[in-house]
């Protein structure tokens, strides 16, 4: 069993830099592959980047890429999401995930989830 708790959403204007950080519960944390999703408010959730278990291999969803950067510290059994050149697109709830196994971009193959935190971006 995992439990995730997000922090460091907020308000920011475009342009601005945020970093998200999900904390994990469990002495396993090394072993799970990690994601960030976001949910936009009438929009299906969607996976924003992953980071897998014990190789630290990362992936991103194409309208990220170059401005968002996963990572991860196993020994404080937590994930972040630094997010650079934010847009008003980019807001929405992001919640981190986890499961065991290789990166996948399916909603449905991530076991634990967080509550989430709201990042608004204004133009």
């Known amino acids: 069993q995992v439990q995730l708790v997000e922090s460091g959403g907020g308000l920011v204007q475009a342009g601005d830099s945020l970093r998200l950080s999900c904390a994990a519960s469990?002495?396993?944390?090394?072993?799970?592959?990690m994601g960030w999703f976001r949910q936009a408010p009438g929009k299906e959730r969607e996976i924003v980047a992953a980071i897998r278990a014990n190789t630290g291999i990362t992936d991103y969803t194409n309208s990220v890429k170059g401005r968002f950067t996963i990572s991860r510290d196993n020994a404080k059994n937590t994930v972040y999401l630094h997010m650079i050149s934010l847009k008003p697109e980019d807001t929405a709830v992001y919640y981190c995930?986890?499961?065991?196994?290789?990166?996948?971009?399916?909603?449905?193959?991530?076991?634990?989830w967080g509550q989430g935190t709201q990042v608004t971006v204004s133009s």
């Open positions: 469990g002495r396993t944390f090394s072993s799970y592959t």
């Open positions: 995930a986890a499961r065991y196994g290789t990166i996948t971009y399916a909603r449905s193959s991530y076991n634990y």
